[in-house]
């Protein structure tokens, strides 16, 4: 896969082209390119924006070396995506990763100061990516995540293969908590069923603690899992069982009030 970034601060992607996004461009899984929106500016002095028509605070990236820049990048016949960068995108799921992952071809853009002319969006742009609900100071960093997110679903990229079989025999639900050695670290051991060497218990414990920790942490997340599932007799066990520990949790602060109440 091809993922090319225009941006105005190419220096920020260092990060990219280390770890594991580097050792699959290394191995020619992965090509990540950044390329300087201002060498494109037929501005006198290269700039690359200017003050928004109509007033108000901050600049907004001119139309033109964003335009040429992205018709230079995706030549004559591109196949895949042109994705810009904003909180006005929608929200980055890891399907929409799956989706992408299947692309030939990336190109993200990344804007800065008060947003992009609108123009060169309904130009060059083929959908509007956010990374979540929050606002940063330029879409850098937000295209390095969907980088990332979206790389590592590559075959290959992960090193792997059992990670991404990992994850879905879970998928959907947050993932089990993780140990290795010592066995026991201040006083704090290791669940004694990962210890055993017995696969169907380990299998079996990693399911029951994702579950649980989704259960707490994002009910409608397992509330999703649960519905859309075929269950085996030994499955619908376990996952009874946790359904059943989360209800008595869930019980107790309660029961604990009302045995408290004066009366
Ligand atoms: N640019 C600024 N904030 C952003 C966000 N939340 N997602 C994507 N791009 C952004």
Request: glycine fraction near 8%; charged fraction near 30%.
């Amino acid at each position: 896969m091809k993922i090319t970034i225009l941006t105005t601060f190419p220096e920020m992607f260092t990060p990219l082209h280390t770890s594991m996004l580097g050792r699959a461009e290394r191995a020619g899984l992965l090509t990540i390119r950044e390329v300087d929106i201002r060498a494109y500016s037929k501005n006198k002095h290269h700039n690359t924006d200017d003050a928004p028509f109509g007033g108000g605070a901050g600049m907004v990236m001119l139309a033109q070396p964003i335009v040429d820049a992205m018709r230079d990048v995706q030549g004559e016949d591109f196949r895949g995506r042109r994705i810009y960068l904003s909180p006005r995108g929608q929200t980055l799921t890891q399907k929409k990763a799956e989706e992408l992952a299947s692309e030939e071809e990336l190109i993200l853009l990344c804007g800065h100061y008060e947003g992009v002319d609108q123009r060169a969006l309904d130009l060059v742009i083929d959908e509007e990516i956010s990374i979540g609900d929050y606002v940063l100071t330029g879409g850098e960093l937000a295209a390095m995540v969907l980088t990332d997110c979206v790389a590592r679903l590559i075959p290959g990229v992960l090193g792997c293969e059992t990670s991404a079989e990992t994850e879905s025999f879970s998928s959907g639900l947050l993932e089990y908590p993780q140990y290795t050695r010592p066995r026991e670290f201040e006083g704090l051991t290791v669940p004694e069923p990962l210890l055993n060497g017995n696969h169907r218990e380990i299998e079996g414990w990693q399911l029951t603690e994702a579950l649980y920790v989704t259960l707490k942490r994002r009910p409608e997340m397992a509330e999703a899992w649960l519905s859309g599932r075929k269950f085996s007799r030994a499955q619908k066990r376990l996952v009874d069982a946790v359904l059943e520990r989360v209800r008595q949790e869930t019980q107790e602060p309660a029961d604990e009030a009302r045995n408290s109440e004066p009366g």
